[in-house]
């Protein structure tokens, strides 16, 4: 550096400070960036320029990761349920309680005649009384799947069941609610959710009689009393008391033109229960096997299925000759035999149905009464006869001795059972003209 010498003293001075203090300067590659601050940042990315030569150190800039937003997911709308579409359902009534209706809340039966399983409806019925059925059982939890199936009737038709008994609609019914088909005929009832206990059934020959929930034959018998058993012992052991309980179901479901109050329970002499109805001690029979099955019935002429409308177990009929008496002497002609009748309706309705108690009298002159069930009471020669009375002539009855015999047959011929028969023995003289009726 070149000082001019024409400078004073104080200037020179003056100079001289100018020059130190520039040479004392701190060099630009020695500025530092200052030190971050330690508070603490969210997750950043560094983003650093490159250096270029001999140039001044840049500073690092810091920038946060671009924040990305999530649109906040939008409020769930509000879930509408939609009932399920139950193929069966429970409606309810005074009077009535809960009673099984169909997809479109109309009432179903059942029929008296059929069996548990088996569809005896058929032909012209059907119109007034169509089948139901689901292929898909749908029901509310109220209802239990397992008491629901179907049957392949006669027809080739399916057919829904409500424990196994096969399920109609009643054309009458013209809106949900309606149960007009309830007692018609007294052999279609509705169908009760908590099934029956004790049910009407009817069969051709014996009439509408009680069954247990799977439809066995209830019996009642005339060897005991109103609110008493006399049966015990071996007897016992073929006809087995009945008593009506059930663990979570009502104790007594019966159909509606039934009354509650006709059944009671007794005590046994051994202790155990028995249910009774109108007073008469409830039996079922060994031989029967299958919902249906009647072979109680009459038996021994005092056991009988119980016919619903009836006061008490029937009496045993009981027939005898009054004339003419055993052993007596006739003249030859025309004979009247004349027969007494108990416990036993005499009535014409040959070729109808059979009704328990109820029939006609066959006569027959020197031939044994045929006696085998089920077959009509007609020997393969002889005479006889069949009447809607009690007395009938034999005509021109020549001399000699004969047998008479006379028998209760039911409206198809066939015997009663226990077969009911009389005979006596008489003799004919030779002499006199027609008589009989001594």
Not at 74 to 91: D, G, M, R, V
Not at 343 to 363: C, R, T, Y
Request: glycine share 10%.
């Amino acid at each position: 550096m070149k000082i001019s010498k024409n400078l004073t003293p104080l200037m020179l001075f003056l100079t001289l400070m100018l020059v130190f203090a520039g040479c004392s300067s701190p060099s630009p590659s020695a500025t530092q960036t200052p030190t971050p601050s330690a508070t603490p940042k969210p997750t950043v990315t560094a983003v650093v320029s490159p250096t270029p030569s001999a140039s001044p150190s840049p500073s690092i800039t810091v920038q946060p990761s671009p924040t990305t937003t999530t649109p906040a997911s939008p409020s769930p709308k509000p879930t509408t349920t939609t009932p399920p579409a139950y193929t069966f359902n429970i409606s309810n009534k005074a009077g009535i309680g809960d009673y099984l209706v169909d997809a479109s809340g109309m009432t179903l039966y059942y029929f008296a005649r059929d069996v548990n399983g088996v569809s005896n409806a058929a032909g012209a019925v059907l119109q007034n009384w169509p089948i139901a059925y689901s292929q898909n059982i749908v029901i509310p939890a109220s209802l239990d799947s397992g008491d629901f199936g179907a049957i392949t009737r006669a027809d080739g038709a399916k057919q829904s069941t409500y424990y196994g008994w096969p399920l109609y609609r009643f054309a009458g019914d013209q809106a949900p609610g309606d149960i007009k088909g309830d007692g018609v005929g007294g052999v279609w009832f509705l169908i009760k959710v908590d099934w029956y206990t004790v049910l009407i059934q009817s069969k051709s020959g014996v009439g509408n009689y009680l069954a247990d929930a799977n439809g066995k034959t209830l019996y009642w018998t005339s060897r005991d009393l109103v609110g008493q058993s006399n049966i015990t012992g071996t007897t016992l052991a073929n006809w087995p008391v009945f008593y009506s309980t059930a663990d979570s179901k009502p104790v007594l479901v019966i159909p509606s033109t039934m009354k509650t109050t006709d059944f009671t329970t007794i005590t046994r002499t051994d202790g155990a229960k028995q249910t009774a109805y109108k007073g008469w001690p409830l039996y079922y029979y060994v031989q029967d096997k299958a919902s249906g099955d009647t072979i109680g019935q009459g038996v021994g002429g005092v056991w009988f299925a119980v016919d619903p409308a009836a006061a008490g177990p029937t009496p045993s009929p009981t027939l005898s000759i009054i004339s003419p008496s055993n052993n007596s002497s006739l003249p030859a002609g025309n004979i009247m035999v004349t027969a007494n009748v108990t416990n036993f309706n005499v009535a014409d309705k040959q070729g109808q149905p059979n009704v328990v108690g109820e029939g006609h009298l066959h006569f027959y002159l020197d031939v044994d009464a045929p006696v085998t069930p089920g077959q009509p009471a007609i020997p393969a020669a002889g005479t006889w006869a069949h009447v809607s009375a009690t007395t009938y002539t034999f005509a021109n009855v020549t001399s000699g001795s004969h047998t008479i015999s006379v028998q209760l047959v039911n409206n198809d011929h066939t015997p009663v059972i226990p077969p009911v028969v009389t005979k006596i023995t008489i003799t004919v003289n030779s002499t006199g003209g027609g008589g009989g009726g001594y």
